[in-house]
């Protein structure tokens, strides 16, 4: 079992039973995932019905064929099938065809434990070499793939939906055994404390890592270049230092190693005391999907409950797509438009607020 946000769901082996709910995962994975990349109606055009005997097929076993689903209770929330790879373009003994979860399901570790079965069933027949391709725009499933360390071979425009082509990314996994195992090492226990002195250096090292991967399409490479770790460290260390009282800086830790951070205290643009805000919150990029970010959103929310702040509020960059659908996902809501001056520049900014911590805690 796989804790998920208070909620248990397990992975097995797929069965031609599984396929309506496959179906419905699929659809509604593209119909998010998706609708800024294909016309509407190629998307509404979509049929459950068909693509439910398609899958029925697919979940079938022979012909080395694959296939895994997630399931809460008896509802199918994530499902990842392939087989032998399907044209000389795409290299090694196996490829995953199909890899889709419930967008409110996403970020809670169900596609990693979806790779991570049907890794493990591959390297138990002695197949080693794992292909895939993705929609290059679909940038969510790139940064997915990217950070289960698989190794960008090129790209091709491929069918898609309805016949249309789009250009797709194939990753690879050279040893799918090792793959595994490196990525349980990274789910070791996460323990989620408030951060120390000696964390500053750690935190620095995140927010400079995070920064360079979610932001290198929105701020000039030289500014990210540009960021130094000793600097950004004596800043953290003075953040920690002064993290008494109303404010509070909270780290996740694995195996010793800073991997995520947040900070927080009350709303900086507010004079009410029970308005509370989580001022940063960075999780590595080799570590985000596994729940960390939610887990140091949950702890931040309750410290301001203690504090006896019943308002949240997280402010985050406009054009940062992942991390505004992160924010919704766990109940916020967009509200005001702001402006963060970085290095000169103007970047618009959102805030997601939460205006009753209490029942939101009840309720999550």
């Known amino acids: 079992m796989t804790e998920g946000a208070g909620i248990d769901f397990k992975v097995r082996a797929g069965t031609p039973g599984d396929a309506r709910g496959a179906a419905k995962v699929q659809l509604e994975g593209w119909r998010s995932a998706y609708r800024e990349i294909f016309p509407v109606e190629v998307l509404a055009q979509a049929d459950e019905t068909a693509a439910t005997i398609k899958w029925q097929k697919r979940l079938a076993a022979g012909d080395g064929r694959f296939a895994h689903v997630a399931v809460v209770g008896s509802e199918v929330i994530g499902v990842i099938a392939g087989g ?52 290059t725009e679909a940038e969510g499933a ?51 404390r408030h951060a120390e002195l000696e964390d500053a250096a750690g935190i620095a090292r995140v927010q400079i890592d995070t920064w360079r991967d979610a932001y290198r399409r929105i701020m000039p490479p030289r500014l990210l270049e540009e960021m130094n770790d000793i ?112 290095g000169g520049i103007r970047y618009p900014e959102v805030a997601f607020d939460w205006p009753d911590l209490r029942q939101w805690k009840e309720t999550r």
């Open 84 to 135: 032998p790879p399907r044209d000389v373009s795409t290299p090694g003994d196996a490829e995953v065809y199909s890899l889709y979860v419930f967008s409110w399901w996403r970020g809670r570790g169900v596609g990693e434990s979806l790779m991570s079965a049907a890794f493990s069933a591959l390297a138990a027949q002695g197949r080693k070499r794992v292909s895939l391709w993705a929609l």
């Open 142 to 192: 790139q940064r997915f793939y990217r950070r289960l360390d698989g190794i960008e071979q090129g790209k091709a425009d491929r069918p898609a939906l309805a016949g249309l082509m789009r250009s797709s990314t194939l990753f690879r996994w050279d040893d799918a055994a090792a793959s595994v195992e490196a990525w349980r090492v990274r789910r070791l226990a996460v323990e989620i």
């Open 231 to 342: 600097r950004i460290a004596a800043f953290w260390a003075q953040v920690i230092a002064d993290a008494h009282g109303r404010s509070f800086c909270f780290v996740a830790s694995v195996a010793e190693r800073v991997v995520g951070f947040a900070s927080g205290g009350p709303r900086q643009q507010a004079s009410e005391q029970g308005r509370g805000e989580v001022y940063a919150l960075y999780v590595l990029p080799g570590f985000q999907g596994r729940g960390i970010g939610r887990r140091l959103v949950v702890t931040s929310f309750e410290r301001m409950l203690e504090l006896g702040m019943t308002e949240g509020r997280i402010w985050t960059l406009r054009e940062n797509a992942p991390a505004r659908g992160f924010y919704q996902r766990i109940g916020g809501t967009q509200t005001e438009n702001g402006y963060n001056d970085i």
